[in-house]
């Protein structure tokens, strides 16, 4: 049987999503949890792979096991093993055909960005922070030439592994609730790093430090050195993958209306 999950954690005190030797991964801590629940060595493959320091609202996972359980029964006893920081808000069988990285359609990110004079206390890792005041309209503006498909090696990371920097960016949104900035992401792929990088550059044209079409310049030079240096992990959110509708995969989680 292959079953998926929909897993929410806080990426703050853990090294990544992927497995590493010390353990202190989330795919550690959930295939560990899982081992504990069905007394059997579960591997699971995840949708997004996230960095240090990213936290996920709905990271989608699947793996197949001969254990027969409700879905109640997966949700509850593997939160029974996990750590206060992550858990699995549902569960469901899916047919084999199922992939949670190839079937996917795209992939959402929100970046949480916190403009004030003073830093962040009790949101400490959870947000990013701009001690200056952002133009919304800047940053939108700048945004648009992002949308679409392009070749994203300008913000693409080192150690990127993505076969190719080509891709599709459906939709970004930038939106502000008091001294809280969201910006949402949605394309078929994101190469490491990525939103990252964009969101460096948004904020020095947020600051009026370089003008919205210096976006467009660094975009059509295709050399990371021509962007801004990378942005911090805090404010970064897995949101979720899309799928087609047939495999009946849900959107969000509950998780997903915490953010500002």
Known sequence: MRLALGVSYSGHGYQGWQSQASGLTVQDRLESALKQFTQEKVSTLCAGRTDAGVHALMQVVHFDTEKLRSTHAWVRGTNAH??????????????????????????????????????????AARVGWSFYPLDGAAMRDAARYLLGQHDFSSFRAAQCQAQSPIKHVHSISITQRGAYWRFEFEANAFLHHMIRNIMGCLVQIGRGKRPPSWMHEVLLACDRDAAAPTFAPSGLYFLGPRYPEAYGIPERTPAYDWLP
């Open 82 to 123: 996990l750590p206060q920081d992550i858990a699995v808000e549902w569960a469901m069988p899916v047919t084999q055909s199922f992939h949670c990285r190839a079937s996917a359609t795209s992939r959402r990110y929100a970046y949480v960005l916190r403009q004030s004079e003073v830093r962040p206390t009790v949101d």
